[in-house]
Structures are given as C-alpha cells and as structure tokens.
C-alpha cells in the first residue's frame, strides 16, 4: 500500500472512531462511492480494442477486427444491375460470393476509382456479411477505448451515424456493429418484368 493510501486509511479509521452511528454511515457510502469510481476508472482504462486500419479517400479509417472475416485483394469484380451506386458489385471468396460496398460512395467521399491496391475487407457477424472496399490496408493496432474521442464538428451526415470515435491521431473508427445491422445498406429491389 503506498503511503497516501495509508494516510488515507488511518483518517477514516480515527474519523469512525470520533463519529456517531450517522455519521460512520454517511462515511461508509462516501467511501463506498469512491471505490466504485476508481474501479471503473481502472477498468475503462485497461479496456482496449484492436482494429484494422485502413485508408479511404485519403483519410484512415479503423473497424474492430473481431468483425473482419478477412481480408482479400480486389479481383474479378462483377457489378450487379439496379442496385445503388454505393454497391460496386460481388466478388468470389473462395467459393463464397460477396458483396462490396464502396464506403466513398456511402459517405459521400471523393472517388478515386478503382486499382490493383484495393483491398476488400469482409465484414461478418451471425446475421450480415459484405465486404468493404478500402483504398489500402495500413495495419492493424490495438486501442484503448479511454482514448476514443466521440466526433469531430467536420464529421457531419451519414458519416457521423456510423462513428465509434476518433482517435488522437484522428483515425476515424467506424461502428462494425451498426454498418452490419443498418438496413440502408441491405438492397431489396426487385426488377419488374412485363
């Protein structure tokens, strides 16, 4: 125990000595609060989440790497008739076909068009799979979610919706969760045929 810690102990220990039977209760919830705190304090502290990094339009993107199946090179892309602008088309992961979804487009980003450095990162969980389309993948790198700031003023619109946080370093971390619960982002169009 350090020494401001004991200081700390022997106060509340002649404090409850001097005190009535109120006064050692309202002593012991005070005490009771602030143990509670400082667990808290130390648990948000040590959490941390890993992501993936990636680049998009120029800006660096994260997404928890829990929900990344894997990630792929951009190849043998075929686009799909009547579906919105933000689905670039199907891929084949190795027997299994997946969707892409340019997030420029989604967010309303400057396009770049399409190259051999293009990744896909395949988004999973019980019920949705797609694959991101990302500019280039940077790495991966652990987070502590203490350091998370929420938003930024310049990250307005359908941006803002799927933000987790920002990071010092202003690597914008999306919320896997919601992009893969998000019904904007399931196509249910059907053609009409005469």
Known sequence: MNREKETAVAKEASTLQKTGEEGKKQLLKTRARELARGDAKEKTAGESIEVVEFLLAYETYGIESSYVREI????ELTPVPCTPPFVLGIINVRGQIVSVIDM??????PDQGLTDLNKVLVLRNDRMEFGLLADAILGVRSLPTCDLQPTLPTLTGIREE???GITKERVVILDAVKLL??????????????
């Open 72 to 75: 792929c090179s951009l190849k």
């Open 104 to 109: 420029k487009k989604f967010f309303d980003l």
């Open 162 to 164: 799927y933000l987790r």
């Open 181 to 194: 619960s998000d019904k904007n982002i399931v196509v249910h169009e059907e053609v009409a045929t005469q």
